[in-house]
């Protein structure tokens, strides 16, 4: 408890310092968090027949994040992940992978995402 009290007084006396010391007051920006690993922005897929597989569905999962998606039979968990690969493209709405909407991606480079983002189907 004491070593931490200790700790945190130095860290104030450390800013009030640099503060003395730097010749312009104005705030430093922060460093900008890095771009979600996967990132779904009001995703809407759509199959043929008109049956829903995903509805409006919003998303990030950041680097080192460790997240479950649960949820009833039909509730569209398969058609996530085949939109992380490109086998099912949305209708409206993005799926960015490391901040890169993968809708830009040319044909010819979708076997490169896949080999980055690995999937295991449940068959
Ligand atoms: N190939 C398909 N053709 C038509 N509808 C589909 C197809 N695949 C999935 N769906 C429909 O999309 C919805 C979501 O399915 P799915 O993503 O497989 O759900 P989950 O994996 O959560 O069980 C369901 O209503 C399902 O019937
Ligand atoms: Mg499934």
Same mark, same amino acid.
């Given at each position: 408890?004491?070593?931490?009290?200790?700790?945190?007084?130095?860290?104030?006396?450390?800013? %009030?310092?640099?503060?003395?010391?730097? !010749?312009?007051?104005? $705030?430093? $920006?922060r460093?900008?968090?890095?771009? $979600?690993i996967?990132?779904?922005?009001?995703?809407?897929?759509?199959y $043929?027949?008109? =049956?829903?597989?995903?509805?409006?569905? !919003?998303?990030?999962? =950041?680097?080192?994040?460790?997240?479950?998606l649960?949820?009833?039979?039909?509730?569209?968990?398969?058609?996530?992940?085949? %939109?992380?690969?490109?086998?099912?493209?949305?209708?409206?709405?993005q799926?960015?992978?490391a901040?890169?909407?993968?809708?830009?991606?040319?044909p010819?480079?979708?076997?490169y995402?896949r080999?980055?983002?690995?999937?295991?189907?449940?068959?």
């Amino acid at each position: 408890m004491a070593t931490r009290t200790r700790a945190r007084q130095k860290t104030r006396a450390d800013e %009030t310092r640099s503060d003395e010391t730097r !010749s312009d007051a104005t $705030p430093q $920006p922060r460093p900008e968090r890095p771009a $979600p690993i996967v990132e779904l922005r009001g995703t809407t897929v759509i199959y $043929p027949g008109g =049956h829903i597989g995903l509805e409006r569905a !919003s998303l990030d999962v =950041h680097r080192g994040e460790f997240t479950f998606l649960v949820g009833p039979t039909g509730c569209g968990k398969s058609t996530f992940i085949k %939109t992380l690969i490109r086998e099912v493209e949305p209708a409206e709405g993005q799926v960015l992978i490391a901040g890169r909407d993968i809708a830009t991606l040319s044909p010819k480079r979708i076997p490169y995402l896949r080999r980055r983002v690995g999937t295991v189907f449940q068959d």
